[in-house]
């Protein structure tokens, strides 16, 4: 038997290191034997610590929401006496468990290693087909061929915009220069998305591959991983993988015994959102500030160090491997006309079920929302999806049938994104959230432009006055006009779709900002100054609102009516929250 | 062995001099935990690029801090997901918890307080990330018991 434990970053945040510090110590301990094991991230993230058992012929069982004192029974019932502890599981081989619908309407190829390998055990990764497509690629020796099956493949990047992978490798190639880089773009700045921090974390190998075999394909002999300071494990768990390829021969000099040479080397990001634009990212890793520059020249002829340089984000590099494997046709068979395979999306928000969904193109929002996440939580009303991060925009709840496809998405006025899928429900307040995003992008606008510069600063200041209950008639028409003028005169993305976020909630949700202009009220009960909070006559001096409230705003005596004093109430919304009585109202 | 195959990029011609800079930068933050006058100084001595230069590169990206800081750092997350989650009352509990502002430091120089945009953990939300220890599924009344589940864990490693 063994036992493995998920140790993505969720799960140590669920507390999964130390249910496996306990494991280690009970598995030396004289009771049942097993051996004990690590894994990355199944993308189970709302019933994480994940632990997994697996006995001698491979069958395996997960329970979900492990905590150390259920780990004696586990180990008693299932591991010594073989009878899995039916009410803990959450999916098993023989069909057990609650939750496998939600990995059965998957179809995981970007994520085909996640939580079901040790990232930090070569081996683990060799052991289910690892490094193959590399050394098919270096006997094949023929990179046009390849770059022939990538755009066969119908990949396109999933970083954002969508180009051809094999394209983008096909101009690279054709590029003349002194060197050749690939960069991975690690940057995820999206934020509310988690892909690639998973796949780095569970799977860093399938990466660094795609990467190599991408070398290969365009002539480069160094890649750099651009990856973001806030994702400490990822890193580690890169340097570890780099090393150990770099020691078996998988990636440095002469890879395999050909003539192909490859290093790999990461570099922290520092902090800048537009350095996940490529020609930003590039001037990063040059040691510059971060901003963007013109295109053309395409990074595929003037890149890195002015070399031509392919520039692919990291679930791009992750399909790679799988594509040489499993063909072309394996591939493209998946998806709708122009979008091919997968896209891993990553689920937050007021779903049930938050995680990690990799599904096929062409399944519908209302799918992955409600069959596979099991809808919106605590039964609350589906209100929209919020896809691309700062550059997409909110798609609501009547356009749930909308396929997963580059344009269906784009023709909503949002963007397909890396992946990032925030769920909204009735209690979020969509001028709220286009203010949320404009003051993300306002922060991160490195300032080349005027437009993106002071174009949503001035955005930021509108929408800002709006949810204060300032806001003015022609403010609607202003933020339109502003919109259009900041999306046509800046030179990079970030400035170009920096208003999308405003424009679709205007699109769908106008007389969400009709109501804060004119009638000074937030349909949402979220925007604070628009919001009081009164305790009335069915407070039962229960005394639970006046322990929560973290201002110490409620007083009141035992089985007394309590009272809320006003300008101590920060409208956190917890007396609402933890009164069972529905004595508090808020206006 | 390995040692040998890993190119050393700084003395490759083509790589630049101005391609250490941010590790450098970060090297020194590392060490400090901010970036002192005497480093940029240091910094500029080393790579032969002005001080006007690194210090602009240095203030343009959020990562570089001017100031020293406390002990730990404890982030809250602002992203898109710890925002719908209720982000905001997170960091209002932690202000009057600690009786300071974002970016500043409490008094006995044990946290500060810094706002980020996303730590990758939004089924979590909201998040909050002190040193390298994630604690997710908060509400503000959870604070509390936060801070002092780490000032005791602190205290133990100290212990021992
Ligand atoms: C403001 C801005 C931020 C971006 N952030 C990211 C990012 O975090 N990760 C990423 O892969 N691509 C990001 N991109 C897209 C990249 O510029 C580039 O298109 C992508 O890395 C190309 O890889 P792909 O072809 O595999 O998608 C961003 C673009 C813009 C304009
Ligand atoms: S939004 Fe807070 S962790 Fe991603």
């Not at chain 1, 773009?185 to 998305?193: C, H, I, K, S, Y």
């Given at each position: 038997m063994k036992i493995l434990v998920g140790l993505g970053t969720c799960g140590i945040a669920a507390g999964s290191e130390a249910i496996y510090r306990s494991l280690a110590a009970k598995a030396g301990n004289g009771g049942p034997r097993f051996e004990l094991g690590k894994t990355g991230c199944l993308g189970m993230c709302y019933i994480e610590p994940l632990v997994e058992v697996v006995d001698d012929s491979g069958a395996a069982w997960q329970y979900g929401g492990v905590t150390e004192d259920k780990l004696d029974r586990i180990l008693e019932e299932h591991v010594a006496g073989g009878r899995p502890v039916d009410e803990w599981l959450v999916w098993s081989d023989d069909g057990r468990g609650t939750e496998g619908a939600y990995l059965a309407r998957q179809n995981r190829i970007v994520l085909r290693n996640c939580g079901r390998i040790d990232p930090e055990v070569l081996e683990e990764y060799l052991a289910v087909g690892g490094y193959e497509a590399l050394r098919k690629v270096l006997q094949d020796k023929d990179p046009d061929a390849l770059i022939n099956l990538v755009v066969e493949s119908g990949l396109r990047g999933r970083g954002g915009a969508g180009f051809l992978t094999g394209m983008k490798w096909r101009f690279t190639r054709l590029a003349t220069g002194e060197h050749k880089y690939i960069i991975c773009?690690?940057?995820?700045?999206?934020?509310?998305?988690f892909m690639d921090r998973s796949v780095l974390e569970s799977d860093p190998h399938s990466v660094l591959e795609g990467m190599a075999v991408a070398g290969y394909a365009i002539g480069a002999d160094h890649g750099y991983i651009y990856a973001r300071a806030e994702y400490p494990k990822a890193i580690e768990r890169l340097n570890i993988a780099i090393a150990q390829a770099e020691a078996r021969g998988f990636l440095g000099d002469r890879i395999l015994g050909s003539d192909f040479s490859f290093h790999i080397r990461l570099k922290e990001g520092a902090g800048a959102f537009v350095c996940g634009e490529e020609t930003a990212l590039i001037g990063s890793i040059e040691g510059h500030r971060g901003m963007p520059r013109v295109r053309p020249p395409f990074p595929a002829t003037k890149g890195l160090w002015g070399c031509p340089t392919s520039i692919n984000n990291v679930e791009t590099f992750a399909n790679v491997p799988w594509i040489i494997a499993n063909g072309a046709a394996a591939f493209n068979c998946l998806g709708t006309a122009n979008s091919k395979g997968t896209k891993v999306f990553a689920m937050a928000g007021k779903v049930r079920r938050g995680g990690l969904v990799e599904v096929p193109m062409g399944i519908s929002i209302r799918e992955i929302v409600f069959e596979i996440c099991g809808g919106i939580a605590n039964d609350r009303k589906f209100k929209a999806v919020q896809m691309g991060g700062p550059s997409g925009g909110c798609i609501p709840a009547e356009l749930y049938d909308t396929v997963i496809d580059y344009e269906s998405i784009n023709k909503t006025g949002a963007i397909m994104g890396s992946g990032g899928l925030v769920v909204m429900d009735e209690t979020t307040c969509m001028v709220d959230i286009a203010r949320f995003f404009l003051d993300f992008t306002q922060r991160e606008s490195c300032g080349k432009c005027t437009f993106c510069r002071v174009g949503t600063k001035r955005m930021l200041e509108i929408l800002t006055r709006i949810c204060e209950g300032e806001g003015r008639d022609g403010d609607i028409e202003l933020l339109e006009h502003l919109a259009h003028l900041v999306k046509n005169n800046s030179l990079c993305g970030l400035g170009q779709t920096a208003p999308n976020p405003v424009l679709t909630t205007l699109k769908y949700f106008r007389s969400e900002y009709e109501a804060h202009i004119t009638n000074k009220k937030c349909p949402a009960h979220h925007c604070q100054k628009l919001l009081s909070y009164t305790i009335t006559e069915a407070c039962t001096g229960c005394t639970v609102c006046g322990r929560v409230c973290p201002t110490g705003a409620i007083t009141g005596d035992k089985k007394q009516v309590h009272h809320l004093d006003q300008s101590k109430c920060i409208q956190c919304d917890e007396c609402y929250k933890s009164c069972k009585f529905h004595a508090i109202v808020r206006s | 062995m390995s040692d040998h195959k890993r190119i050393d990029f700084r003395t490759l011609q083509y790589a630049g001099q101005e391609g250490r800079l941010i590790p450098l930068l970060q090297q020194a933050q590392a060490q400090d935990g901010y970036i002192a006058r005497e480093r940029l100084q240091e910094i500029s001595e080393q790579t032969g690029a002005p001080i006007a230069q690194i210090y602009g590169v240095a203030t343009f990206y959020a990562q570089f801090r001017f100031q020293p800081v406390g002990k730990h750092i404890l982030r809250v997350c602002h992203g898109t997901a710890c925002h719908v989650a209720g982000a905001k009352a997170i960091s209002e509990a932690l202000e009057s918890h600690f009786g300071i502002h974002d970016g500043e430091t409490t008094p006995d120089r044990e946290y500060t307080l810094e706002t980020v945009s996303c730590l990758g953990c939004c089924s979590l939300a909201p998040v909050i990330m002190i040193d390298g220890a994630t604690y997710g599924n908060l509400s503000p009344t959870d604070i509390k018991k936060v801070i002092k589940q780490h000032r005791q864990a602190g205290e133990e490693v100290v212990k021992k």
């Open positions: 773009n690690a940057d995820e700045g999206d934020p509310g998305a | -």
